[in-house]
């Protein structure tokens, strides 16, 4: 919703403010098809070249995430958290019994209770893999957490790359707003010899290629770009926490000490009270009584 409100506020600002100025909508409205299509046209070319078809599919796709936000919210931290301790406590309790958790997750009765959790595969790859690496005694914290360390880091630049793209695609609306002012002074050029109104609506018609290459590279994409890439970085926090709460589990830690570790790790506006949490715990020991 605030994506929207950001947009509108954009729009009325500009337009709004050149129209309490004095200046007529008319020539750019005139313009801005002929204009819109050779900027627009040529940056969406531009992109296709510069990507592969993943990458392209993959970037259209996110751009929904400038309106809906972070995927993970203060609600799905806390289950993580619960998961985690329900995880840690059956493989202290039986080892054995842990193994049918992990290898189909999808049919656990742990991880079947946090369905949104259970519905991102690399969430769920990550707290498999590194209990099963548990289980055959790669446990070295230190090793295990270098490991989850070059592993989210190579998950988030692969994340990051739609705001990569989107970002160049804002760094070159400018130029190409210039190739269409530059277009539309040939035009002019080649009507020289009419009157001066035509002339001033002609270079008028120009200006408004630099002026839309301008705006949508700088109230636009650029914007897209920074929101995405906010995006995406306040989702790899819900990664970071599986590998907090793991890695202290390696370090031997009481279960509870481990849910504190990774609570503590939580970024504060997603974070969940001591108390809250501590309340959804009870209830989790409750329902495995």
């Known amino acids: 919703m605030i994506g929207f409100v950001g947009i509108a506020m954009i729009f009325v600002m500009v337009f709004g403010g050149y ?22 046209g040529a940056a969406a070319g531009a992109f296709v070249i510069s990507n592969d078809v993943a990458a392209i599919k993959h970037t259209l796709k996110d751009i929904g995430k400038v309106f809906k936000g972070p995927k993970w919210k203060p609600e799905d ?3 993580l958290l619960c998961l985690l301790f329900e995880l840690i406590r059956q493989a202290r309790q039986n080892a054995v019994a842990l193994e049918e958790h992990i290898e189909t997750p999808a049919e656990s009765a742990i991880f ?11 969430a769920i790859d990550l707290i498999c893999d590194t209990l099963r690496s548990a289980s055959m005694n790669y ?15 190579a998950n988030l630049h692969h994340a990051q790359h739609s705001s990569h793209a989107l970002q160049t ?20 050029m080649g009507s020289i010899d009419q009157p001066p109104e035509i002339l001033g609506k002609l270079i008028g018609g120009a200006l408004v290629g630099t002026f839309l290459g301008v705006f949508l590279a700088y109230g636009l ?7 995405l890439a906010t995006v995406v970085e306040e989702d790899a926090h819900f990664y970071q926490l ?26 504060s506006h997603f974070r969940p009270s001591f108390s809250d949490l501590e309340e959804a715990l009870k209830e989790v020991k409750k329902d495995a009584a």
């Open 19 to 40: 129209i309490a100025a004095g200046g007529k909508m008319g020539i750019i409205l005139k313009s801005l098809p002929f204009e819109f299509t050779m900027i627009g």
């Open 169 to 188: 695609v804002a760094d070159g609306l400018p130029a190409l707003g210039i190739v269409a002012a530059v277009l539309g002074v040939i035009k002019t």
């Open 139 to 153: 446990d070295d914290p230190h090793q295990v957490e270098e490991v989850l360390e070059k592993r989210m880091e």
């Open 112 to 122: 079947t209770k946090y369905p949104r959790i259970l519905a991102d595969r690399e």
């Open 77 to 79: 931290y806390k289950d």
């Open 242 to 267: 599986i590998r907090e709460v793991l890695v202290a589990n390696l370090y031997n830690h009481s279960t509870n000490i481990c849910i504190e570790v990774g609570r503590q790790n939580t970024p």
């Open 221 to 227: 994409v650029g914007p897209f770009a920074a929101k």
